[in-house]
């Protein structure tokens, strides 16, 4: 009967031993989760790193609304930032002033400085995500200006100024850090990732500030080299597949505009080889549906129709022919050509073209051509008779 117990007692004491418990815990009333992050270059080349925190305790009950906050929390959320010799150090001595733990698990976005991305951004990028919780879904941006400025500016649409980042980078070309990283590091591809910025607009003559994304960056290797204008970003749409349910506006001849909404968009590559060098077609298919006549002409008509078609292709064309001619003439292969010759002809890509790509992309010849195509033809605005 001794023995028994002496066992029990034994086996007992050894359980115990693997029973950890919460050694480790933390409290979420000791955390401060982070939403958003944002990294700028300071003078003497510091680095200084703003977060985005929400305050709970702001945002529920009645009365409550979108925007506020800025470093003096008065709204639902908080913002601050820390100054450092590298973004690590920035990162250390913002935690000094928190009394919470800063918990990044949950950031959605990540927004690098004008500055910085024009400095080389890959760094910044690595550094971030040491940090265990991070998750390489996060959307990245850069911003116009700085970084810290964007996540201070309020919305009117959500409580966060993070989480209106984030939906409107769902909405349109939302570049997580995976995608960017992977852009880096495939030979003969360059990453495009979407701009955020302060735009100015008034409402009953009082002005004010909302956050905008209408344009992008183009990289070369990790360093911004250009921003798109608009013509230009319609064309880094078409190359990514992503102009269903964009609009295109163009010129009937001198009578006045029409307006498209792409409901289906295809873009193909063709390569072949002529004198010794690569030669790419890019074929684009787009399908829309006529959303504005201005000159209101009947597109029923064979011979208006041709006429409205052919203005669409054209536009279609020099958008997407605007942008290759920029971005190559800086040497910036943001189509991927380069991308393609790795993968389907890598023995030719390692022995020709790899070691100069970016200089031989000035000379390449890239031919656009468009297949389009217009439906509802018969949209020419409301009319009413006696």
Request: glycine letters at 10%.
């Amino acid at each position: 009967m001794k023995n028994r117990t002496l066992l029990l007692f034994i086996w007992t004491l050894l359980s115990s031993i693997l029973l950890t418990a919460c050694w480790d815990r933390r409290e979420i009333n000791d955390l401060a989760f982070v939403i958003a992050t944002g990294v700028d270059t300071e003078k003497e080349g510091k680095y200084r790193t703003a977060v985005q925190v929400p305050l709970p305790s702001a945002m529920g009950g009645s009365g409550s609304s979108g925007g506020g906050g800025g470093t003096g929390g008065e709204g639902p959320y908080y913002v601050d930032s820390g100054t450092g010799k590298n973004i690590r150090d920035s990162n250390m001595n913002l935690q000094n002033r928190m009394s919470r733990s800063l918990y990044f698990a949950h950031r959605r976005v990540v927004v690098i400085g004008e500055d910085l991305a024009e400095k080389g951004m890959e760094g910044a990028i690595n550094v971030i995500l040491i940090q265990p919780q991070s998750r390489l879904s996060t959307f990245l941006l850069i911003s116009k200006g700085d970084a810290s400025e964007i996540l201070s500016t309020q919305s009117k649409l959500e409580q966060l100024p993070g989480e209106a980042i984030r939906e409107m980078a769902k909405n349109g070309i939302g570049m997580t850090v995976k995608d960017v990283l992977q852009d880096l590091e495939r030979p003969g591809k360059e990453p495009i990732i979407p701009v955020i910025e302060k735009a100015k607009i008034e409402i009953k003559g009082k002005a004010t500030e909302e956050m905008e994304m209408s344009s992008f960056a183009i990289l070369k290797g990790d360093k911004v080299i250009f921003t798109t204008n608009s013509k230009e970003s319609r064309a880094v749409l078409w190359l990514l597949d992503s102009m269903r349910g964009k609009s295109v506006t163009f010129p009937y001849g001198d009578e006045g505009e029409l307006n498209i909404k792409i409901i289906q968009s295809k873009l193909n590559r063709q390569f072949s080889i002529v004198r010794g060098k690569p030669r790419f077609t890019l074929t684009v298919k787009a399908t829309g549906t006529l959303m504005e006549n201005e000159p209101n002409v009947s597109l029923e008509d064979p011979k208006v129709y041709t006429k409205a078609l052919a203005s669409f292709e054209k536009e279609i064309k020099s958008e997407i022919s605007a942008l290759l001619d920029h971005s190559h003439s800086e040497g910036s292969d943001i189509a991927g050509f380069g991308w393609y010759l790795y993968k389907n002809h890598n023995k030719r890509w390692e022995r020709e073209w790899k070691k100069d790509w970016g200089n031989s992309l000035k000379d390449m010849e890239v031919k656009v051509t468009v297949d389009g195509e217009i439906q509802r033809l018969t949209n020419t605005g409301l009319k009413f008779k006696e």
